[in-house]
């Protein structure tokens, strides 16, 4: 398929994070109010004890979009949070996730805090990449940005004492290229006429979450939902 050149980046290189820091518990108050003024939005992504969103949550990734990695380490007993909650729930400041039906579920049962005003590149890319059904972050850096990323740390255990250089490595690159993403996927998007459906999909997103964490996790639009063995 050809390609339009105003989104392809296949001449594009990574550019590294600049640095990697690490937090427990909760974002500190001068980071926060810092990217908040940069005015870019907030890359974000966790990691768990699994890959569902009943698995404890162990940590917590931001990228205001100035190349810097903010790792926060949530503890098994779960102490507050109050400026991760505050970043949560601004309306005035974007949220960048991929698969953020799994993050903002995983936030909500840990944090009782949903995330709002949120944008999902894999919601964006299934709308936007229609030629194929590769939606994931590796193949979305691969195609769009032209690099590859590692996800060899992907089923590591978060929930260690000290993270290793590896994870938080991972765990950086996960945020880093969100930014990024986005602005590419908006071009495919609105250059095929479909933005409108898609911010009413993210609009619905929030309820999708609570339907999940109601128990409805098949798709309740379906003519034919599956009933257990009884």
Known sequence: MTKSNSYDSSERRPSKHKSIHVYEHDLPEQVLQSGIRLNRGVALDTEATGL????????????????????????RVAQPAPNLCHLLERKDVEKLMHYARFDMGILYRTLKVLPVSVYCTKIASRFARTYTERHGLKALCRELLGIEISKNEQSSYWG???LTEAQKHYAACDVMYLHELRGLLDEILEQEGRQTLVQAVYQFLPYRVMLDIAGFTEDVFSHMIPRPFE
């Not at 009943?54 to 100035?66: A, I, K, P, S």
């Not at 190349?67 to 503890?75: F, Q, S, Y």
Request: aromatic content about 4%; some cysteine.
């Open 160 to 162: 260690a004492v000290q």
């Open 52 to 75: 569902k969103s009943t698995d404890r949550l162990c940590l917590v990734q931001l990228n205001f979009g100035d190349g810097v990695a903010h790792l926060i380490r949530i503890h």
